[in-house]
Nanobody, 124 residues
């Protein structure tokens, strides 16, 4: 059974950090580019970052560039999203997903398998 499970979310103060994990089961992550998305209440799902399967190329939304870092550990079948200097506007449910598209990593429709999401709340 193909499954992605996110973890690491929680409540953090502005300026704080969190590391999200996306663990795969039922398949090997090595062969997939993986993206992170987020969705705040009343808003559309937004592409945050993506990491390729081949050369480890990374992509970021302008809103998180310089603050978030995506990485992968194929030995652990896990992809991570390190989030630093968090802002209240980063508050959302964060999802990881497998990318099957060509050059539109930020579009949710280009992804196949999704995790259930993990809540990130940035508040004082």
């Amino acid at each position: 059974q193909v499954q992605l499970v996110e973890s690491g979310g929680g409540l953090v103060q502005p300026g704080g950090s969190l590391r999200l994990s996306c663990a795969a089961s039922g398949f090997t992550l090595d062969y997939y580019a993986i993206g992170w998305f987020r969705q705040a209440p009343g808003k559309e799902r937004e592409g945050v970052s993506c990491i390729s399967s081949s050369d480890g190329s990374t992509y970021y939304a302008d809103s998180v560039k310089g603050r978030f870092t995506i990485s992968r550990d194929n030995a652990k079948n896990t992809v991570y999203l390190q989030m630093n200097s968090l802002k209240p506007e980063d508050t959302a449910v964060y999802y990881c997903a497998t990318y099957s598209g060509e050059d539109s990593w930020h579009l949710p429709g280009e992804y196949d398998y999704w995790g259930q999401g993990t809540q990130v709340t940035v508040s004082s």
